[in-house]
């Protein structure tokens, strides 16, 4: 059950100090008009804020207790995540100008943070190590089938794919901390932690997101209940990103799991390339 570092030696974790001008255009269902689709990016970016700072919050503690280069991955990984902050904050405001009210959705990611920092901080660092493998796992469907962003305004599209490629550059920097400061446990005690904090993060992200997404319809004008067979369409049926995503969410389970084992570094490249070629003049 011995696990070590599978990151690319030559990997380089880039922070893109890109802004985005959003804008919803006429419809606020900015999504191909589903207010389904428009409500689940929307829900995930209102966590961002908050969620993100907590990430850098939890890798950081440990950045003195690491050896290069997983020390300057750190460092880059706390500058993606800051940028990531700083531009979904300003999708958020787009999302209240559309007329939604997200404060609901913030306390309810605001109060998991709170709760998370009452813990041990390796626990902590192995909840960000989850939740970094929910957003990698999340960004590589979102490359891999450009479809999923098909009918969303030019920046909107950027800005979500941008994020997925650096969720995808640092998706191991958690992962590779946790193995770091943990490898005195054994690694027997060490995949149980990981796991049991991976399936307790996995029953409290699938509560909040049905309560966010929820909210979102309401405002809407929507009964969620009456929206739950669209929802899950959406999600495990077509275009399924939940469902498409699975095996690779799964495999965190794995003994002897680590985030490169999806060798997706291109598919994150050449959407970078395609980013600097769609970018506004």
């Known amino acids: 059950m011995a696990v070590s570092s599978k990151t690319p030696v030559e990997l380089s974790i880039e922070p893109r100090n890109l802004r985005f001008q959003s804008s ?3 419809s606020r269902w900015w999504l191909k008009g589903d207010p389904i689709a428009t409500a689940v990016f929307n829900a995930l970016s209102a966590t961002f804020p908050e969620g993100e700072r907590k990430f850098i919050e939890s890798v950081a503690f ?4 690491v050896d290069q280069p997983l020390r300057g991955q750190v460092k880059a990984f706390v500058r993606q995540e800051a940028n990531h902050t700083r531009e979904h904050l300003a999708f958020n405001a787009h999302v209240a100008d559309a007329g939604y009210e997200t404060c609901r959705i913030e306390a309810r990611t605001r109060e998991s943070a709170d709760r998370s920092r009452g813990k041990p901080p390796v626990v902590q660092l192995a ?3 989850a939740l970094e493998h929910f957003t990698a796992v999340l960004s590589h469907q979102l490359l891999a089938d450009p479809s999923l962003l098909d009918g969303a305004p030019p920046e909107i599209q950027r800005l979500w794919r941008w994020h997925a490629v650096e969720e995808i550059e640092h998706k191991a920097v958690a992962y590779d901390t946790f193995l770091a400061v943990t490898k005195r446990l054994g690694a027997f005690r060490r995949w149980r932690l990981r796991v049991l ?4 993060v996995s029953l409290q992200f699938s509560r909040s997101m049905i ?3 929820a909210d979102l319809l ?4 929507l009964e969620p209940r009456r929206m739950r067979g669209r929802a899950l369409a959406y999600l495990f049926g077509r275009p399924g ?4 995503a699975l095996p690779h969410y799964l495999s965190y389970y794995l003994p002897g799991f680590h985030p490169w084992q999806c060798k997706d570094q291109e598919l994150a490249r050449a959407a970078d390339v395609a980013l600097g070629e769609a970018a506004p003049a």
Do not use: C, K, P
Request: no cysteine.
């Open 197 to 200: 904090v991976m399936a307790v």
């Open 24 to 26: 919803f255009g006429e």
């Open 241 to 244: 990103i939940l469902r498409r």
């Open 211 to 213: 309560a966010n997404v």
């Open 62 to 65: 440990f950045r003195d207790m």
């Open 218 to 221: 309401e405002q809407d004008g």
């Open 127 to 129: 909840a960000t190590s």
